[in-house]
């Protein structure tokens, strides 16, 4: 079984390749993330304590944390879950995945240093592998170096180095450092500060143009009331007029009455007699013809033998 050992602090890794099975037999039926004293592995490793991560079984297939089987299963399994990366979005899919339960069916485990030992393993703890990339945010990188406000942190960037480059017969160094994130320069305050008086302009603008509209508003509104109370105030004077005539005509017709009476006595009037009713007609009775009666024939007696 091959070993995969890692070490935090330095950044190394190494791997170690152990036949012997009563060696072996201290990783077994361990769970991942499980911590194991190293000292049955040999005296090299004496006093330190591994934390296991993970590994794959002889056919490559990887321990899955939470499976609680030494052996492998197949789980259906979608995005969010380990050991799996879905290439549409909703896509599930069943998958074959070793239990966190070490066993001998095993190829390779991976071991993290918890606790180092007495002695120093070889191209392990004695060697240190700097990081690749240092850090891009400016809070990230004034914590590194424990820098203050006040300092400069493109100063303090990590920088890449690359492969150097020959040019006219010289060769130049080349380094590459990553763009800084969320830097406060003089920039970005003046970019800031632009963007809030544009706020501040626009409020402005906005309560301004509420006030004039407003004004605008009630000034239609008292416009069309008084045009509401002037065609009002016509009809009101349309309907007295129109009231004043009717009086006028009906005082003359009255005095005009008045001047025929006085003239000459008026015929007095002959109440109508009313109509005679009239009878109903009498529906007319049709004689039926007289049908002459015929005498019954005289019965003739037998005559005796």
Same mark, same amino acid.
Request: hydrophobic share 35%; glycine share 6%.
């Given at each position: 079984?091959?070993?995969?050992? @890692?070490?935090?602090?330095?950044?190394?890794?190494?791997?170690?390749?152990?036949?012997?099975?009563?060696?072996?037999?201290?990783?077994?039926?361990?769970?991942?993330?499980?911590?194991?004293?190293?000292?049955?592995?040999?005296?090299?490793?004496?006093?330190?304590?591994?934390?296991?991560?993970?590994?794959? =079984?002889?056919?490559?297939?990887?321990?899955?944390?939470?499976?609680?089987?030494?052996?492998?299963?197949?789980?259906?399994?979608?995005?969010?879950?380990?050991?799996?990366?879905? &290439?549409?979005?909703?896509?599930?899919?069943?998958?074959?995945? &070793?239990?966190?339960?070490?066993?001998?069916?095993?190829?390779?485990?991976?071991?993290?240093?918890?606790?180092?030992? =007495?002695?120093?393993?070889?191209?392990?703890?004695?060697?240190?592998?700097?990081? &690749?990339?240092?850090?891009? &945010?400016?809070?990230?990188?004034?914590?590194?170096?424990?820098?203050?406000?006040?300092?400069?942190?493109?100063?303090?960037?990590?920088?890449?180095?690359?492969?150097?480059?020959?040019?006219?017969?010289?060769?130049?160094?080349?380094?590459?450092?990553?763009? !800084?994130?969320?830097? !406060?320069?003089?920039?970005?305050?003046?970019?800031?500060?632009?963007? !809030?008086?544009?706020?501040?302009?626009?409020?402005?603008?906005?309560?301004?143009?509420?006030?004039?509209?407003?004004?605008?508003?009630?000034?239609?509104?008292?416009?069309?009331?008084?045009?509401?109370? @002037?065609?009002?105030?016509?009809?009101?004077?349309?309907?007295?007029?129109?009231?004043?005539?009717? @009086?006028?005509? @009906?005082?003359?017709?009255?005095?005009?009455?008045?001047?025929?009476?006085?003239?000459?006595?008026?015929?007095?009037?002959?109440?109508?007699?009313?109509?005679?009713?009239?009878?109903?007609?009498?529906?007319?009775?049709?004689?039926?013809?007289?049908?002459?009666?015929?005498?019954?024939?005289?019965?003739?007696?037998?005559?005796?033998?």
């Amino acid at each position: 079984m091959k070993l995969n050992i @890692s070490y935090p602090a330095t950044g190394a890794i190494k791997s170690v390749v152990i036949d012997d099975e009563k060696k072996l037999r201290l990783f077994y039926d361990k769970r991942v993330s499980q911590e194991v004293d190293g000292a049955a592995l040999g005296d090299e490793f004496k006093g330190y304590v591994f934390k296991i991560t993970g590994g794959n =079984d002889k056919q490559g297939f990887p321990m899955m944390q939470g499976v609680l089987v030494n052996g492998r299963v197949r789980l259906l399994l979608k995005e969010g879950h380990p050991c799996y990366r879905p &290439r549409r979005d909703g896509e599930r899919k069943r998958k074959s995945v &070793r239990g966190c339960i070490v066993g001998p069916d095993m190829s390779a485990l991976n071991l993290v240093i918890v606790k180092k030992g =007495d002695g120093e393993l070889p191209d392990l703890t004695d060697k240190y592998v700097p990081r &690749r990339l240092g850090p891009k &945010r400016a809070s990230k990188i004034r914590k590194l170096f424990n820098l203050s406000k006040e300092d400069d942190v493109r100063k303090y960037v990590i920088r890449r180095e690359l492969p150097a480059k020959e040019k006219n017969g010289k060769t130049i160094k080349r380094s590459k450092a990553p763009k !800084i994130q969320r830097l !406060i320069t003089p920039e970005r305050i003046s970019m800031k500060k632009a963007v !809030i008086t544009q706020k501040k302009e626009r409020a402005q603008q906005r309560v301004s143009a509420a006030a004039t509209y407003a004004k605008l508003l009630a000034k239609r509104k008292k416009e069309q009331r008084d045009r509401r109370a @002037s065609q009002i105030a016509k009809r009101r004077a349309s309907s007295k007029g129109s009231v004043k005539r009717a @009086s006028t005509s @009906s005082l003359k017709e009255n005095a005009a009455k008045k001047v025929k009476t006085e003239s000459g006595a008026a015929k007095p009037v002959v109440a109508a007699k009313p109509a005679a009713k009239v009878a109903p007609k009498a529906k007319a009775v049709v004689a039926k013809p007289a049908v002459p009666k015929v005498k019954a024939a005289a019965k003739v007696a037998p005559k005796k033998k």
